[in-house]
Protein backbone atom coordinates (compact mmCIF):
# COMPACT_ATOMS: atom_id res chain seq x y z
CA UNK A 1 0.00 0.00 0.00
CA UNK A 2 3.09 2.81 0.20
CA UNK A 3 2.62 5.71 -1.46
CA UNK A 4 -1.01 4.28 -2.94
CA UNK A 5 -4.36 6.18 -3.29
CA UNK A 6 -5.78 2.95 -0.97
CA UNK A 7 -2.93 3.84 1.70
CA UNK A 8 -4.59 7.40 1.71
CA UNK A 9 -8.10 5.98 1.53
CA UNK A 10 -7.52 3.29 4.61
CA UNK A 11 -6.19 6.42 6.88
CA UNK A 12 -8.94 8.30 6.31
CA UNK A 13 -11.39 5.79 6.78
CA UNK A 14 -9.40 5.11 10.32
CA UNK A 15 -9.83 8.55 11.08
CA UNK A 16 -13.74 8.84 10.01
CA UNK A 17 -14.12 5.67 12.44
CA UNK A 18 -12.10 6.50 15.56
CA UNK A 19 -13.93 9.99 15.28
CA UNK A 20 -17.49 8.22 15.15
CA UNK A 21 -16.01 6.23 18.13
CA UNK A 22 -15.13 9.29 20.08
CA UNK A 23 -18.67 10.81 19.46
CA UNK A 24 -20.22 7.56 20.81
CA UNK A 25 -18.03 7.96 24.35
CA UNK A 26 -19.05 11.19 24.31
CA UNK A 27 -22.77 10.68 24.45
CA UNK A 28 -21.69 8.88 27.65
CA UNK A 29 -20.40 11.77 29.37
CA UNK A 30 -23.08 12.75 32.25
CA UNK A 31 -23.32 16.31 32.49
CA UNK A 32 -26.06 17.58 34.86
CA UNK A 33 -28.22 20.76 33.45
CA UNK A 34 -27.51 23.47 35.44
CA UNK A 35 -30.04 25.91 36.73
CA UNK A 36 -28.37 29.03 34.31
CA UNK A 37 -28.95 26.37 31.32
CA UNK A 38 -32.28 25.62 32.15
CA UNK A 39 -33.21 28.96 31.94
CA UNK A 40 -31.35 29.56 28.69
CA UNK A 41 -32.87 26.59 26.97
CA UNK A 42 -36.64 28.85 28.02
CA UNK A 43 -35.61 31.93 26.87
CA UNK A 44 -36.53 33.21 23.28
CA UNK A 45 -34.26 33.07 20.70
CA UNK A 46 -34.95 36.69 20.12
CA UNK A 47 -34.19 37.74 23.50
CA UNK A 48 -30.51 35.93 23.33
CA UNK A 49 -29.85 37.72 19.91
CA UNK A 50 -30.38 41.02 21.55
CA UNK A 51 -28.51 39.79 24.42
CA UNK A 52 -25.03 38.90 21.30
CA UNK A 53 -26.30 42.49 20.12
CA UNK A 54 -25.81 44.05 23.21
CA UNK A 55 -22.31 42.52 24.26
CA UNK A 56 -19.48 44.04 21.82
CA UNK A 57 -16.93 42.68 23.43
CA UNK A 58 -17.90 39.11 22.00
CA UNK A 59 -19.38 40.83 18.52
CA UNK A 60 -15.48 41.84 18.43
CA UNK A 61 -14.25 38.61 19.13
CA UNK A 62 -16.23 37.18 16.14
CA UNK A 63 -14.61 39.41 13.91
CA UNK A 64 -11.28 39.16 14.99
CA UNK A 65 -12.00 35.06 14.65
CA UNK A 66 -12.98 35.73 10.88
CA UNK A 67 -10.26 38.09 10.36
CA UNK A 68 -7.53 35.21 11.69
CA UNK A 69 -9.42 32.35 10.38
CA UNK A 70 -9.31 34.06 6.87
CA UNK A 71 -5.57 34.96 7.32
CA UNK A 72 -4.51 31.49 8.07
CA UNK A 73 -6.88 29.48 5.82
CA UNK A 74 -6.23 31.90 2.44
CA UNK A 75 -2.78 30.01 1.61
CA UNK A 76 -2.35 27.74 4.97
CA UNK A 77 -3.41 24.95 2.90
CA UNK A 78 -1.06 25.15 0.15
CA UNK A 79 2.00 24.92 2.86
CA UNK A 80 1.63 21.02 2.51
CA UNK A 81 1.70 21.37 -1.45
CA UNK A 82 4.55 23.49 -1.26
CA UNK A 83 6.59 21.20 1.14
CA UNK A 84 5.50 18.20 -1.78
CA UNK A 85 6.53 19.96 -5.06
CA UNK A 86 8.90 22.59 -4.26
CA UNK A 87 10.92 20.99 -1.52
CA UNK A 88 10.19 17.37 -2.59
CA UNK A 89 9.57 16.07 0.71
CA UNK A 90 7.97 12.58 1.47
CA UNK A 91 4.56 11.92 2.96
CA UNK A 92 6.58 10.36 5.85
CA UNK A 93 9.13 13.55 5.99
CA UNK A 94 5.58 15.88 6.48
CA UNK A 95 3.57 13.74 8.48
CA UNK A 96 6.78 13.73 10.83
CA UNK A 97 6.60 17.45 11.14
CA UNK A 98 3.13 16.95 12.02
CA UNK A 99 3.78 15.04 14.93
CA UNK A 100 6.44 17.11 16.12
CA UNK A 101 4.27 20.27 15.92
CA UNK A 102 1.52 18.08 18.05
CA UNK A 103 4.08 17.63 20.67
CA UNK A 104 5.42 20.84 20.83
CA UNK A 105 1.66 21.88 21.59
CA UNK A 106 1.13 19.44 24.37
CA UNK A 107 4.33 19.73 25.92
CA UNK A 108 4.25 23.01 26.27
CA UNK A 109 0.37 23.60 27.30
CA UNK A 110 0.30 23.38 30.52
CA UNK A 111 3.17 25.99 31.01
CA UNK A 112 0.67 28.62 28.71
CA UNK A 113 -2.02 27.90 31.38
CA UNK A 114 -0.02 29.00 33.99
CA UNK A 115 1.15 32.38 32.43
CA UNK A 116 -2.04 32.81 31.69
CA UNK A 117 -3.61 32.41 34.98
CA UNK A 118 -0.80 34.69 36.12
CA UNK A 119 -0.94 37.15 33.19
CA UNK A 120 -4.58 37.22 31.43
CA UNK A 121 -5.26 35.54 28.33
CA UNK A 122 -5.48 38.16 26.10
CA UNK A 123 -1.62 39.05 26.51
CA UNK A 124 -0.40 35.22 26.24
CA UNK A 125 -2.40 34.91 22.54
CA UNK A 126 -1.03 38.43 21.74
CA UNK A 127 2.75 37.34 22.02
CA UNK A 128 1.75 33.59 20.72
CA UNK A 129 -0.17 35.05 17.63
CA UNK A 130 3.05 37.87 16.70
CA UNK A 131 5.59 35.31 17.61
CA UNK A 132 4.13 32.56 15.53
CA UNK A 133 3.32 34.79 12.55
CA UNK A 134 6.90 36.47 12.54
CA UNK A 135 8.42 32.99 12.17
CA UNK A 136 6.08 32.14 9.03
CA UNK A 137 8.04 34.45 7.25
CA UNK A 138 10.46 32.17 6.94
CA UNK A 139 7.96 30.43 4.11
CA UNK A 140 9.19 32.78 2.00
CA UNK A 141 12.94 32.04 2.33
CA UNK A 142 12.72 28.08 2.44
CA UNK A 143 14.08 25.89 -1.07
CA UNK A 144 15.07 22.59 -1.03
CA UNK A 145 18.52 23.71 -0.06
CA UNK A 146 17.27 24.78 3.76
CA UNK A 147 14.40 22.99 4.01
CA UNK A 148 15.67 21.64 7.06
CA UNK A 149 14.68 24.60 9.00
CA UNK A 150 11.12 22.99 8.73
CA UNK A 151 11.87 20.90 11.77
CA UNK A 152 12.36 24.55 13.96
CA UNK A 153 9.49 25.96 12.41
CA UNK A 154 7.09 23.32 13.19
CA UNK A 155 7.99 22.78 17.15
CA UNK A 156 7.85 26.53 17.47
CA UNK A 157 4.77 26.71 15.48
CA UNK A 158 3.17 23.96 17.57
CA UNK A 159 4.29 25.92 20.93
CA UNK A 160 2.78 29.25 19.48
CA UNK A 161 -0.20 27.82 18.25
CA UNK A 162 -1.21 25.72 21.56
CA UNK A 163 -0.92 28.97 23.81
CA UNK A 164 -3.09 30.80 21.31
CA UNK A 165 -5.73 28.36 20.96
CA UNK A 166 -5.90 27.87 25.06
CA UNK A 167 -5.83 31.81 25.44
CA UNK A 168 -8.35 32.31 22.81
CA UNK A 169 -10.93 29.91 23.61
CA UNK A 170 -10.59 30.81 27.39
CA UNK A 171 -11.14 34.20 26.55
CA UNK A 172 -14.27 33.11 24.31
CA UNK A 173 -15.36 31.61 27.42
CA UNK A 174 -15.49 34.73 30.08
CA UNK A 175 -16.83 36.59 27.33
CA UNK A 176 -19.65 34.73 25.36
CA UNK A 177 -23.24 36.34 27.21
CA UNK A 178 -23.87 34.24 30.31
CA UNK A 179 -27.69 34.67 28.85
CA UNK A 180 -27.18 33.48 25.47
CA UNK A 181 -23.87 30.64 25.83
CA UNK A 182 -25.55 28.65 23.38
CA UNK A 183 -26.31 30.71 20.74
CA UNK A 184 -22.99 32.82 21.06
CA UNK A 185 -20.90 29.59 20.21
CA UNK A 186 -23.39 28.99 17.41
CA UNK A 187 -22.90 32.25 16.13
CA UNK A 188 -19.23 32.51 16.50
CA UNK A 189 -18.54 28.82 14.89
CA UNK A 190 -20.83 29.65 12.07
CA UNK A 191 -19.52 32.85 11.19
CA UNK A 192 -16.03 31.83 11.40
CA UNK A 193 -16.65 28.43 9.55
CA UNK A 194 -17.82 30.36 6.79
CA UNK A 195 -14.99 32.48 6.53
CA UNK A 196 -12.79 29.63 6.34
CA UNK A 197 -14.18 27.76 3.96
CA UNK A 198 -14.18 30.62 1.74
CA UNK A 199 -10.65 31.85 2.03
CA UNK A 200 -8.64 28.75 0.57
CA UNK A 201 -10.93 29.29 -2.40
CA UNK A 202 -9.80 33.01 -3.17
CA UNK A 203 -6.55 31.30 -1.82
CA UNK A 204 -6.42 28.80 -4.56
CA UNK A 205 -8.05 31.29 -7.38
CA UNK A 206 -5.04 33.61 -6.85
CA UNK A 207 -2.70 30.53 -6.96
CA UNK A 208 -3.47 29.43 -9.77
CA UNK A 209 -3.68 32.48 -11.74
CA UNK A 210 -0.18 33.36 -10.98
CA UNK A 211 1.04 30.27 -11.67
CA UNK A 212 -0.99 30.06 -15.40
CA UNK A 213 2.08 32.12 -16.33
CA UNK A 214 4.77 30.80 -16.14
CA UNK A 215 6.32 32.00 -13.35
CA UNK A 216 8.89 30.22 -11.14
CA UNK A 217 6.51 28.12 -8.86
CA UNK A 218 9.00 28.69 -5.50
CA UNK A 219 9.17 32.46 -5.90
CA UNK A 220 5.39 32.30 -6.48
CA UNK A 221 4.56 30.68 -3.25
CA UNK A 222 7.43 32.61 -1.41
CA UNK A 223 5.03 36.17 -2.82
CA UNK A 224 1.87 34.55 -1.68
CA UNK A 225 3.31 33.10 1.55
CA UNK A 226 3.81 37.09 2.18
CA UNK A 227 -0.47 37.22 2.88
CA UNK A 228 -0.55 34.70 5.58
CA UNK A 229 1.33 35.92 8.31
CA UNK A 230 1.17 39.73 7.50
CA UNK A 231 -3.00 39.54 7.11
CA UNK A 232 -3.01 37.85 10.73
CA UNK A 233 -0.73 40.72 12.31
CA UNK A 234 -2.87 42.88 11.21
CA UNK A 235 -5.67 40.98 12.75
CA UNK A 236 -3.80 41.92 16.20
CA UNK A 237 -5.26 45.33 15.57
CA UNK A 238 -8.81 44.52 15.88
Same mark, same amino acid.
Request: with cysteine.
Given at each position: =??????A?????LG??? #?????? @?????????????S????????E =??L????AA???LW?? @??G???? +??? $? $?F????? #??????????V??????? @? %????G??????AW??L??????????? +??? %???? *?????W $???TP?N???L???W????????? +????? +???Q?? %????K????A *?????AV?S?V????? *???G? @???? =???D?A??V??????F =????? #??????L?
Amino acid at each position: =LAGSLAAFQCLILGAAV #LRVWSV @VFQRGINADQTETSRNESRKPWE =LQLKALLAAPAFLWLV @VYGAGWG +FAA $C $CFGPFYP #LFMYKELGLSVEHVGLLV @V %IASAGGAVSSPAWGALADRFGNKPVML +FCM %IAWQ *IQNYVW $CTLTPANAWLLYGMWTFGGMMGAG +FALSL +FNMQLK %IIPPKAKTLA *ISVNLAVTSLVTAVAP *IIGGV @VLRH =LLADGANPVRVHHQVF =LVTPT #LALLSCLL
